[in-house]
């Protein structure tokens, strides 16, 4: 009798119009651990009493009755007020429940629909770096329940098949110590799970011990810092230096010793530490108390207000980076990696493409440029720059970026020990004094046709005309008018086979 009541303090599952096959066994399952689902599947009429009815008769025939209610009434309860408004006129659960399941489960051809998009987006399932085999398997799992609940067949085997090409490298050799030593077929999704997990455990561990034994060096190297500065703390009594005329430093670790010499001048009679040439005492203590640190970690920073029209030129970046999406003409955003920084820290890659800029000189064309959300600075590779072809030169405090013909492109004066390269700032643009008279005239006639001008030219139909270049040089606006939209691809995954289906036009 506890137990039961219990069960009827449960709230029912309410529906809100969203994922109808779900809130369906749902409901099922409450109604019939309440034993009211008798009185939602079957549509059956209360007989009345007959004359002189026992009460066992009585009995059975008011459960009846408020079996039916309470039936009606937990499924009132259990569907949103909008929905509510739609079924308030029916009289029995029995029209209610059919009534739901006509309008929002759907006809067998809404059915296929659903189901062909679900299967859709499972197949464009891939596994990304940053996310662990359990939350991997529960978004296949959710889909795959939906699939299931449409009524279609997915068996078990289809979704080991989908995590053995989808997992990311790391998992390479648990892949393939399962499919050497067993059937692929015959591995259950359960053991496939528990293997991947278990290498992801391990490489956790790995990485914390890792992390943990580097923690543990800095700690032991502080520690013996602590202690080296704690002796010399102490006051200790040497007989007196004959050089210094102090007695806190025994002879052969003077300073100002007439046999040493000095790394930084060269000079005998002092060390470096105490050179002359410093610029003041404070700076050599302060250099002393540093290089701990220096020693621990090796940082570089370029501290400056970033715009998505500064770019960092970087040789020690291996690809070009922003972290502005508006910037890019063409997004791929399937492609995911990850990119380390100087600190050994992992940023996530969302996605590669082309960027397009704006400058002085015409749009500008940068290919092959990751997208980088957390970075605050757009960067420059000057290995991606040389791969491309073109000369990287720094001299002089100026950083000289040339095609391969050997002509000047940009020219970068350095701050602050870095080298920014802004598009939109006129000086950067190494601009020729001597123009091509072929490209003034193209101009001047409107970006006229350049075999119409040298026709032109050689029938002298104008006067005034100079000596025209037989191939002339690529104009920049010409060449951006003329690009059209890419078609899309002919060799698709899917294609629509039936009517009502997604058509891409």
């Known amino acids: 009798m506890t137990s039961k009541a219990s069960l009827n303090a449960l709230a029912p599952p309410v529906f809100d119009g969203i994922n109808y096959q779900v809130w369906a066994v749902r409901m099922e399952a409450y109604l019939d651990a309440s034993d009211l689902w008798e009185a939602v599947s079957e549509e059956y009429e209360v007989p009345p009493l007959s004359d002189n009815p026992t009460m066992a008769q009585i009995k059975l025939h008011n459960e009846r009755r408020q079996r039916k209610s309470k039936a009606k009434a937990s499924l009132?309860?259990?569907?949103?007020?909008?929905?509510?408004?739609?079924?308030?006129?029916?009289?029995?659960?029995?029209?209610?429940?059919?009534?739901?399941?006509?309008?929002?489960?759907g006809n067998e051809q809404v059915k296929g629909m659903q189901v062909l998009n679900l299967i859709r987006e499972f197949e464009m399932q891939r596994m990304k770096e940053s996310e662990t085999i359990k939350d991997y398997s529960d978004r296949l799992l959710s889909i795959v329940n939906k699939v299931r609940l449409l009524g279609t067949d997915f068996s078990d085997s289809r979704i080991v098949q989908k995590i053995f090409i989808?997992?990311?490298?790391?998992?390479?050799?648990?892949?393939?110590?399962?499919?050497?030593?067993?059937?692929?077929?015959?591995?259950?999704?359960?053991?496939?799970?528990n293997a991947l997990q278990a290498q992801e455990q391990r490489r956790l561990m790995r990485q914390e011990g890792s992390?943990?034994?580097?923690?543990?060096?800095?700690?032991?190297?502080k520690k013996e810092m602590q202690s080296n500065n704690n002796s010399n703390n102490y006051t200790q009594k040497f007989p007196p230096c004959p050089y210094y005329k102090k007695s806190n430093h025994p002879q052969k670790r003077c300073w100002w010793r007439p046999d040493v010499r000095c790394h930084k001048c060269?000079?005998?009679?002092?060390?470096?530490?105490i050179c002359k040439s410093q610029?003041?005492?404070?700076?050599?203590?302060?250099?002393?108390?540093?290089?701990p640190d220096e020693q621990l970690f090796v940082v570089s920073c370029f501290a400056t207000s970033s715009s998505p029209e500064t770019w960092l030129i970087d040789s020690g970046c291996t690809n070009h980076m922003t972290y502005d999406q508006?910037?890019?003409?063409?997004?791929?955003?399937?492609?995911?990696?990850k990119v380390r920084i100087g600190n050994g820290a992992y940023l996530a890659v969302k996605g590669k493409g082309t960027v397009a800029i704006e400058?002085?000189?015409?749009?500008?064309?940068?290919?092959?440029?990751?997208?980088?959300?957390?970075?605050?600075?757009?960067?420059?590779?000057?290995?991606?720059?040389?791969?491309?072809?073109?000369?990287?030169?720094?001299?002089?405090n100026q950083c000289m970026i040339a095609?391969?013909?050997?002509?000047?492109?940009?020219?970068?004066?350095?701050?602050?020990?870095?080298?920014?390269?802004?598009?939109?700032?006129?000086?950067?643009?190494a601009i020729h004094k001597e123009e091509s008279n072929t490209m003034l005239w193209h101009r001047r006639l409107g970006h006229f046709h350049h075999s119409a001008l040298l026709f032109m030219k050689k029938n002298d139909l104008g006067e005034g005309l100079p000596e025209l270049e037989v191939k002339p040089p690529t104009c920049v606006a010409c060449q951006y008018e003329k690009q059209t939209r890419l078609p899309f691809p002919q060799n698709k995954a899917w294609r629509a086979t039936q009517k009502l289906q997604l058509v891409h036009t």
């Open 76 to 105: 009132f309860a259990a569907v949103s007020s909008t929905i509510f408004t739609r079924i308030m006129t029916l009289k029995t659960a029995n029209e209610i429940w059919n009534f739901l399941k006509k309008e929002y489960e």
């Open 166 to 193: 989808t997992v990311p490298e790391k998992f390479e050799t648990t892949i393939s110590s399962l499919e050497n030593s067993k059937d692929v077929s015959s591995i259950t999704l359960a053991k496939l799970l």
């Open 211 to 221: 992390v943990e034994g580097a923690f543990q060096a800095i700690s032991q190297y």
């Open 266 to 273: 060269g000079q005998l009679g002092h060390v470096e530490r």
């Open 279 to 291: 610029q003041q005492q404070g700076e050599v203590k302060a250099t002393v108390e540093e290089l």
């Open 326 to 337: 508006g910037l890019f003409k063409e997004l791929d955003k399937t492609v995911t990696s």
């Open 359 to 396: 400058g002085h000189t015409g749009l500008k064309l940068i290919s092959n440029v990751l997208y980088v959300p957390e970075i605050n600075q757009n960067l420059l590779s000057v290995g991606q720059l040389l791969e491309k072809g073109y000369k990287v030169l720094f001299e002089d």
């Open 403 to 429: 095609d391969a013909q050997g002509r000047e492109v940009f020219i970068v004066q350095m701050k602050g020990k870095g080298f920014a390269l802004d598009l939109m700032q006129e000086e950067q643009a």
